[in-house]
C-alpha cells in the first residue's frame, strides 16, 4: 500500500508559477514510476509528467520546456514545478504511484490539487 498527499495548487496568473509537492508514505519502496495526471471539466484525465525509479522523465507535449517533474528520495517526495502557467493547464492535478509486481499493475492516488491559471 501507497499512500500520497499532494499539496501546492492554487490560483496564479498566465505566466506564473507554482510548485505541487506528492508526498508518498508506506512501500515506497516498490514504486517503480511516479506520474503527475490532470483532469480539467469536462475532459478525460491526461498524463502530464513521468519520473521512473532510475531517474528517467518524460512529459506531454503540451508541457514541455514549461513544467519539470523531480523526486526528493530522501524526502518521499515528488515535484512538479510548473512555469509559464497558461489558462489551459487550469485543473485538478493529481499523484499517481505505479508498482509493477508479477505481471499484474497497481496503482495509487492521491486527493488531487486544484490549479487554476486567470488569463
Known amino acids: 500500500q501507497v499512500q500520497l498527499v499532494e499539496s501546492g495548487g492554487g490560483l496564479v496568473q498566465a505566466g506564473g508559477s507554482l510548485k505541487l509537492s506528492c508526498a508518498a508514505s508506506?512501500?515506497?519502496?516498490?514504486?517503480?514510476?511516479m506520474n503527475w495526471y490532470r483532469q480539467a471539466p469536462g475532459k478525460q484525465r491526461e498524463l502530464v509528467a513521468t519520473?521512473?525509479?532510475?531517474?528517467?522523465?518524460n512529459y506531454a507535449d503540451s508541457v514541455k520546456g514549461r513544467f519539470t517533474i523531480f523526486r526528493d528520495n530522501a524526502k518521499n517526495t515528488v515535484f512538479l514545478q510548473m512555469n509559464i502557467l497558461k489558462p489551459e493547464d487550469t485543473a485538478v492535478y493529481y499523484c499517481?504511484?505505479?508498482?509493477?509486481?508479477?505481471?499484474?499493475?497497481?496503482?495509487?492516488w492521491g486527493q488531487g490539487t486544484q490549479v487554476t491559471v486567470s488569463a
Open positions: 519520473v521512473t525509479s532510475d531517474g528517467n522523465t
Open positions: 508506506g512501500s515506497i519502496f516498490s514504486i517503480n514510476v
Open positions: 499517481n504511484a505505479r508498482i509493477f509486481s508479477l505481471a499484474k499493475v497497481y496503482d495509487y
